[in-house]
């Protein structure tokens, strides 16, 4: 790759950078803007006019794409070619999303909303090939749920991951709700942390064959699933494959001890 070509990479790269706090709307708006001024650099002036954005932000994405476009050899129709295709794969990419707010809260609020644990039993009950459970704590309240788990392990062969925090001592709920004859899930756990007592493993995720998650405030309890006021969104989306990788790194880093096999 000669020098040239790795200018023109870089600046595009960073291009794709200052450009990634836009919506697909926003970077359609730019391409078929001239946000240029007559000496060539783009104006941020022109940017909060094009684009709508407060005069801060114009002036930091202003100032970033002409960092990145300077002595790099790319023209402003180079630019709006990668804006073009920054767009386009946006929105194949929101295309095949789709996000459903779910919540918990006492029956007389009468919400609308499918609620955290009818949400969860049915993508455990749709699950074909893997389940990854990440839980602040789990209680009596939520046996239901595990012994869903245990089914999709039995019947359907799905791998069941459980993650969570000090789970060594939630160990006996699992062993009494899971199936004699049937191996526990894999299990890791997020142990105190000597120098800071007070970190925890405060996530709460259901994750299922690693294209659909459920992202909530509730804990795996009978008031988190039932009694709470609890927030959450179900999102099917080729994103949720990067929570499976952050999980996976967590794994794979020691952050998390197994608790297999444990008396």
Not at 26 to 46: H, I, K, M
Not at 49 to 64: C, E
Not at 76 to 86: F, K
Not at 216 to 222: I, K
Request: proline letters at 3%; aromatic letters at 4%.
């Amino acid at each position: 790759m000669t020098e040239n070509h790795q200018r023109i990479r870089e600046a595009t790269a960073a291009v794709v950078e200052a450009l990634s706090c836009l919506d697909v709307s926003q970077l359609r708006a730019l391409a078929a803007s001239e946000p240029g001024d007559p000496a060539g650099n783009v104006s941020a002036g022109r940017l909060k006019h094009a684009i709508a954005i407060s005069t801060s932000d114009a002036t930091h994405l202003a100032r970033r794409l002409n960092d990145a476009i300077t002595g790099s050899g790319l023209t402003w129709a180079d630019v709006v070619l990668v804006i073009e295709a920054l767009a386009y794969a946006r929105s194949k990419a929101a295309a095949g999303s789709e996000v459903e707010i779910v919540c918990t809260a006492p029956e007389r609020f009468g919400l609308p909303i499918r609620t955290t644990y009818a949400t969860a039993l049915q993508m455990i009950g749709e699950a074909s090939s893997q389940i990854v459970v990440v839980g602040y704590v789990f209680t009596e309240g939520a046996r239901n749920l595990i012994e869903e788990l245990a089914r999709a392990a039995k019947e359907r062969g799905a791998r069941i991951t459980v993650i969570g925090n000090r789970l060594r001592e939630q160990l006996p709920l699992f062993k009494a709700a899971w199936p004699g004859g049937l191996a526990l899930p894999r299990m890791f756990s997020r142990e105190a942390d000597a120098d800071d007592p007070l970190a925890a493993l405060h996530a709460k995720l259901l994750v299922c064959d690693r294209t659909s998650a459920l992202v909530t405030s509730a804990n795996f309890t009978y008031h988190g699933l039932h009694a709470n006021i609890e927030i959450g969104v179900r999102i099917r989306a080729a994103a949720v494959e990067h929570l499976i990788r952050f999980i996976e790194a967590m794994i794979a880093s020691g952050d998390l001890a197994t608790v297999e096999g444990l008396p």
